[in-house]
């Protein structure tokens, strides 16, 4: 099977599910210093074009054609939507197990997400799509308050960037939004193909963001008949308001968010796996996002009996006897096994740095350090196994490779995380 984005976690955790099944993997990234390239259940690796590039599906259907057959699937945005683009032309080289594009465009473009969510009664925060720079400064005047600017799409924009916190009353929201625009990678087949994804959306913020957010993951079978779900609170997050998760621990499925999940699914015609997060705010969840690929805190799940690679790989090469007996062994498992997932060198970096920089006490210091010795062997780390041990040493150097190479970005970095993590600390009870 072949598995992009080799510097991601999650392909990193299903590089191991699968290696350990006995599937050989071929490793994808344009990076040489991928963490999942230099594990050992990686049989080949392979540097590709980025992910991004308009020549990235050229370059994958020519690997496809010029070698033996072997599945794929998505790990990052780029890829599903390569993947959905072409699936014609791709899945008469590979084994696939890919919704059409027009399924994908209702996850990839958030517009979209939210209106086939509404319609299965699924909540959402309250949302502007403004068609100019001068629609979103009247929007951001007419309804005040902390507003989210955010790419409607995040194939759509250049970089990383996941949004930019405005406050309608400071005057300088226009400015931020405008920014926000100028990131847009007009030179890629999405953005022409879609100039209306291309316009950042504004949501109203809602606080509960930095310390809230309800993860639902889950598989669904290409019939809709088999349906199984995982749940997680992330209770840490880097940076602050809008980030990627640094911590999780383990939550109960709730079943409502779960029923109607499966009606969105229904809907839009999803299946494979996916993730979809939600603002916990009152009584209410609120969907935020559905990543209809594999994803960051992919580990934490397979260790929870819910094996995600495993079940699209038996999909993809149509291997339904197995597809069923993954599904039911997803389903015997008990809930609640008091687990936790982090990424330990990142968390202790984290610390260590503060600590010296004076940007932390000695007791937020140690609130932390105790979060995760409590846990023992509870804890799923993103990276370290010591059955799989390069893959650590390979991201560890990164880390401190980036503090090094880039000082200045690195402590902005980190002093946003330090008000991260006394906030998420005070929420979650650590305080």
């Avoid at 594999?294 to 929870?304: C, G, K, S």
Wanted: glycine share 6%.
């Amino acid at each position: 099977m072949i598995l992009c984005n080799a510097s991601y976690y999650g392909t990193l955790a299903a590089v191991r599910s699968l290696g350990r099944a006995g599937v050989p993997v071929v490793t994808v990234d344009p990076a040489f210093l991928a963490p999942g390239r230099y594990s050992r259940y990686s049989s080949l690796h392979l540097r590709s074009p980025p992910f991004e590039s308009p020549d990235w599906s050229d370059w994958l259907l020519a690997m496809g054609r010029n070698g033996p057959r072997r599945a794929i699937y998505a790990t990052s945005d780029a890829v599903s939507f390569a993947l959905a683009d072409r699936r014609e032309e791709l899945s008469s080289v590979f084994d696939l197990y890919q919704p059409d594009l027009d399924t994908m465009m209702c996850i990839l473009d958030k517009g979209l997400l939210i209106e086939h969510a509404r319609a299965v009664g699924i909540d959402t925060p309250q949302t502007w799509f403004p068609k100019s720079g001068e629609e979103a400064e009247t929007i951001l005047r007419d309804v005040g308050g902390m507003l989210v600017a955010k790419p409607r799409s995040q194939l759509a924009v250049r970089t990383a960037v996941k949004g930019v916190l405005i406050n309608a009353a400071a005057g300088n929201g226009r400015a931020e939004y405008d920014e926000l625009l100028r990131q847009t990678a007009h030179d890629h087949p999405f953005a022409k193909r879609f100039p209306e994804a291309t316009m950042p959306m504004l949501q109203r913020y809602h606080p509960e963001a930095m310390k809230k957010i309800y993860s639902l993951s889950g598989f669904r079978d290409i019939s809709g008949t088999h349906v199984v779900m995982r749940a997680a609170q992330k209770v840490l997050q880097r940076p602050r308001q809008l980030g990627v998760g640094l911590c999780f621990e383990e939550a109960d499925v709730i079943p409502d968010l779960a029923e109607r999940t499966a009606l969105l699914c229904e809907r839009i015609g999803y299946y494979g796996a996916f993730e979809l997060e939600f603002i916990v705010t009152g009584d209410r969840s609120l969907l935020i996002d559905f990543n209809g690929r594999l994803y960051n805190q992919l580990a934490f799940d397979i260790a929870r009996g819910m094996d995600l690679p495993r079940l699209v790989y038996a999909g993809s090469t149509r291997d339904e006897e197995e597809l069923s007996r993954l599904i039911a062994a997803v389903q015997r498992r008990e809930q609640g096994q008091g687990l936790a997932f982090c990424n330990r060198f990142g968390l202790s970096l984290t610390l260590a740095t503060h600590r010296a920089l004076g940007k932390m006490t000695s007791k937020e210091a140690a609130l932390w350090r105790r979060w995760r010795t409590d846990r023992g062997d509870n804890i799923v780390d993103a990276v370290r196994d010591t059955d799989d041990p390069f893959p650590a040493l390979i991201d560890a150097a990164q880390q401190v490779a980036q503090s090094i190479r880039h000082p200045r970005a690195y402590l902005r970095h980190m002093a946003s995380k330090s008000q991260m993590i006394w906030t998420t600390a005070m929420a979650t009870g650590v305080l």
